[in-house]
């Protein structure tokens, strides 16, 4: 590829951080002026900018299953609005118009210059997770049978009508949520977050001008193209094929099959999942922006750290999903699970295969879930419903050189855990336990990351709904190593220790216990005193 004439190496990395550092802010502002712990503490957002023609030029360091597929929901906004106006802000949570789960609602504006109000220069997105969007289980995140099931579906709406919110619009949405003075402070939080994104973009123009930050646009966008293209031409050429399975998907007790055959061709590659299994009755169906999401994390991750973050990474990357698949659902599949667990099972079957092109690169499997869990009911203290969401941390897979990381999120997620004084100010819950799961890590040369334990008590009747896997299956070692343990869900109930499904509803009582203890992570090579032996 021929150099273009925004290649100069020191401008081009000022404008990288120029544009990130807007992103950034952007997640500082919504963190800041959120109202749920969920996005406060936890901060289950995601952040990005887009160029005129709303490609993906930046992204925070946030949530890698929300940015990967944030263009799916900007170009959805685009196409439902070809004629943006100034002052705009289109809302859409739906997962087959560019969005991954009903509780991550996006934001897209568009991005004038003074005076010029006849094509936007920019696109702004602000992605976050809602601890309630209705449907039939409090938090949204059950096992469903039908995406109608897990909360109110927004197609591509104009929230905001040059500056003018649509009260009506807002009172609909509101109305159809368990905790809606909640999801209005986080809403405004992310139209606040936006707000910043086009003031510092309008900043940018007005320093550089309008032609170099396109020009720098389009110049990171083909540099991070050739960034994948020379790390494509590193890895051997050929077919490396990996499968692995999720337990079950919530409805069904049978494992679910998913499948990958990555075909390296010179600087392009080919990602194929046609070995998958067929769309669940359950709610671990994946949308097709959820696979390009893991897809294009995988090989971002390959890539190096200083790379920039954008849609120049999939360029020579042809996705393939075949279409009512586990990992490209038809309308109306139930996808809340797929968002959470199906990405991170795709991100395993994909290191898998990649382990084979470059096995002194790609680490053993980490944890292989986010260990879903929401509680709901009736706060006595405040006299309001209340929501509680949460992933929880588990062990991380060895690398070739290195121990793996305990107690972490890992891959598709990048969330903290609530933090127990946070939890305990906002709902009528307590931590009781938090601690290390001690020999949960596999063995290997490099031994994998410890699981955790999570011990939450209730202090009012409660539903509860869990969305973990790896509670049958194991993350994978490789060159040897062990596998890590599989992880575990209790009700403690007095003296009664009851194991739960890795998926399902229980009904909660005052005093009841839920116990989450997460897988640890997959070991590298073999151990020394095995070689010794």
Known sequence: MPPTPYSDPIRLEVFKHLFSAVAEEMGVVLRKTSYSPNIKERRDFSCAVFDERGLMVAQAAHIPVHLGSMPLSVEAAIQAYPR???????????????????????????????????????????????????????????????????????PPVRLIRQGQVDEDLFRLLLANVRTPQERAGDIWAQIAANRIGEQRMQSLVQRYGLADVHGYMRALLEYTERLTRRLLQELPDGSYTFCDFLDDDGVNDRPVRICARVTINGDEAIVDFSGSDAQ??????????????????????????????????????????????????????????????????????????????????????????????????????????????????????????????????????????????????????????????????????YRGGEGIRRDIQVLTPARANLISERRKGQPYGLSGGGPGASGENYLIRGEQHIRLPGKGEVMLQAGDILSIRTPGGGGFGIPEDEMES
Request: charge should be negative; glycine fraction near 12%; include cysteine.
């Open 280 to 445: 669940v009755a359950g709610s671990l169906n994946a949308v097709y922006a959820i696979t390009v999401s893991a897809v294009y994390y995988v090989f971002r991750c390959l890539i190096g750290l200083d790379a920039p973050n954008n849609a120049g990474c999939l360029a020579p990357i042809r996705v393939i999903a075949p279409e009512g698949s586990v990992v490209n659902a038809r309308k109306p599949s139930p996808v809340s699970g797929g968002n959470v667990e199906t990405s991170q099972r795709i991100v395993d079957v994909l290191l898998g295969a990649l382990a084979q092109a470059a096995p002194g690169r790609v680490p053993a499997a980490s944890q292989g879930t986010m260990n879903n869990i929401t509680i709901g009911g009736w706060d006595e203290r405040r006299g309001a419903p209340f929501t509680y969401y949460e992933t929880i941390a588990g062990g991380i897979g060895a690398s070739p050189v290195a121990d793996g990381a305990s107690g972490l999120h890992s891959h598709m997620t990048n969330t903290l855990n609530t933090p127990a004084e946070a939890m305990e100010y906002a709902y009528p819950l307590r931590v009781l336990r938090l601690e290390l799961r001690q020999g949960s890590g596999g063995k290997g040369k």
């Open 84 to 154: 943006l106006l100034p002052g705009d802000v289109v809302l859409l949570n739906d997962p087959y118009l560019g969005g991954t789960h009903l509780p991550d609602i996006t934001l897209v504006s568009p991005v004038y210059l003074p005076g010029e109000e006849h094509i936007p220069a920019a696109y702004i997105a602000s992605r976050a997770h809602h601890a309630d969007v209705g449907g039939s289980f409090p938090g949204s995140m059950g096992i469903a049978t039908e995406l109608y099931q897990e909360g109110i579906v927004i």
